[in-house]
């Protein structure tokens, strides 16, 4: 299935984590899908992020493939392999951290470690049909996390539910703290984004179910917002991995982003500085009327391997999550049924700059409140 670059064991007898590989384990090579980085010499030391894990007691089982360099969005990778998505095969199964969603929607892995610079852990997790989230950038340690420098990258934990998703943030997060559900009659927002109607019908149903009252909320900045955050990873991406482009070595999707990507000029950068922080401001301020706002992870179902091989522009993929790496709110994407059975898509809720115990508690009061709904099927016999 091409979820693993490389299967092993590694810790206690705690909880099977999946790492992706762009993350520093000591004794294996980082080689972020690449054959660029083929020849990288084995990690000398742990990840800050590895280190708690394995101090915690908890079973690391292997390294996850990615998109290459994880910068991408489909997670299909012609060199190191595509991971099959588990709960659609005939869909692409997100990316960049394709394969940490896909050993956890697999079975592979209680909790699985991403990254997510532009999405790169919740559009995965809503593709694979699993819970992801993207805490406060700097939230989370990124020392051993390649590139190393970022200013919008954050890792983030994977689960198949809630519970697995806090336990991992306790370990990962040291002064995480996890808090009690919300309640009833907790005040959300929408986010008025282009939808498609189906999938915005589902999720507020959902929303509906675990007894929030909702509103909705436009925010004029959201476009823009998306366009500072291309600019600013492809000016981030250039400057960290620029010097592996020109050798032949790169698959050809990234090559040519990363070649577009040169052509980021100072002014882009500038300007997306200043839509970062009016954007900022503006997630502020909506925060101030609602406890959380919401809005669909992805927009409409995840595209076909067979329409992303064949070249169909997919930079909407990222439309409804990457603002948030430009703002630096933590984002959560928890599943949601689309149809009772069926294919499971993703419900973004995002919180307050550094409340990231207060996100999964929302996103934990959600999921009970959709299990809740289910039929048993042992009345229905």
């Known amino acids: 299935m091409s979820i693993?670059?490389?299967?092993?064991?590694?810790?206690?007898?705690?909880?099977?984590?999946a790492i992706k590989d762009s993350i520093d384990i000591a004794g294996h090579p980082t080689r972020c899908g690449s054959r660029a980085l083929a020849d990288s010499p084995p990690a000398v030391q742990h990840a800050e992020v590895v280190r708690r894990l394995l101090d915690a007691g908890w079973r690391i089982?292997?390294?996850?493939?990615?998109?290459?360099?994880?910068?991408?969005?489909?997670?299909?990778?012609?060199?190191?392999?595509?991971?099959?998505n588990p709960q659609a095969p005939e869909r692409v199964p997100g990316g960049s951290s394709s394969g940490s969603a896909a050993a956890v929607a697999?079975?592979?892995?209680?909790?699985?470690?991403?990254?997510?610079?532009?999405?790169?852990?919740?559009?995965?997790?809503?593709?694979?049909?699993?819970?992801?989230?993207?805490p406060s950038f700097g939230r989370v340690s990124r020392a051993g996390v390649h590139p190393a420098h970022s200013s919008l990258d954050c890792v983030g934990p994977f689960a198949a539910n809630m519970a697995d998703l806090i336990a991992a943030m306790t370990v990962i997060c040291p002064d995480f703290q996890p808090q009690t559900q919300p309640g009833a009659n907790a005040r959300v927002a929408f986010i008025e984004v282009?939808?498609?109607?189906?999938?915005?019908?589902?999720?507020?149903?959902?929303?509906?179910?675990?007894?929030w009252r909702r509103s909705s909320v436009r925010l004029d900045g959201f476009a823009a917002a998306f366009d500072a955050g291309l600019?600013?990873?492809?000016?981030?991406?250039?400057?960290?991995?620029?010097?592996?482009?020109?050798?032949?070595?790169?698959?050809?999707?990234?090559?040519?982003?990363?070649?577009?990507?040169?052509r980021?000029?100072?002014?882009?950068?500038?300007?997306?500085?200043?839509?970062?922080?009016?954007f900022s401001?503006?997630?502020?301020?909506?925060?101030?009327?609602?406890?959380?706002?919401?809005?669909?992870?992805?927009?409409?179902?995840?595209?076909?391997?067979?329409?992303?091989?064949?070249g169909k522009n997919l930079a909407a993929l990222t439309a409804l999550v990457r603002p948030f790496n430009l703002s630096g709110h933590p984002a959560l994407s928890v599943p949601v049924e689309l149809a009772r059975g069926g294919l499971k898509i993703g419900l973004q809720i995002v919180g307050r700059k550094g409340a990231d115990e207060r996100v999964c508690a929302f996103g934990e009061q959600l999921q009970q409140a959709v299990a809740a709904e289910r039929p048993n099927p042992q009345k229905l016999a």
Do not use: M
């Open 281 to 310: 401001r503006a997630i502020d301020a909506a925060l101030d009327d609602y406890d959380v706002l919401l809005l669909p992870t992805l927009a409409s179902l995840p595209p076909l391997l067979s329409e992303a091989r064949g």
């Open 61 to 84: 089982v292997g390294k996850t493939n990615l998109h290459e360099l994880a910068f991408g969005v489909t997670g299909i990778n012609d060199w190191s392999g595509t991971p099959l």
């Open 4 to 17: 693993f670059v490389s299967e092993f064991h590694l810790g206690g007898a705690g909880k099977r984590v």
């Open 194 to 211: 282009p939808c498609d109607p189906h999938i915005q019908a589902c999720l507020g149903a959902a929303a509906d179910r675990a007894g």
């Open 106 to 134: 697999a079975g592979l892995a209680d909790i699985a470690l991403g990254t997510d610079t532009g999405g790169s852990v919740r559009v995965p997790a809503a593709c694979c049909g699993v819970a992801g989230l993207k």
């Open 264 to 278: 980021t000029t100072a002014a882009q950068r500038a300007e997306a500085e200043a839509v970062r922080l009016s």
């Open 231 to 262: 600019a600013v990873i492809n000016q981030e991406n250039w400057a960290a991995l620029g010097a592996l482009t020109g050798k032949g070595l790169l698959g050809a999707d990234v090559e040519q982003r990363l070649l577009l990507a040169a």
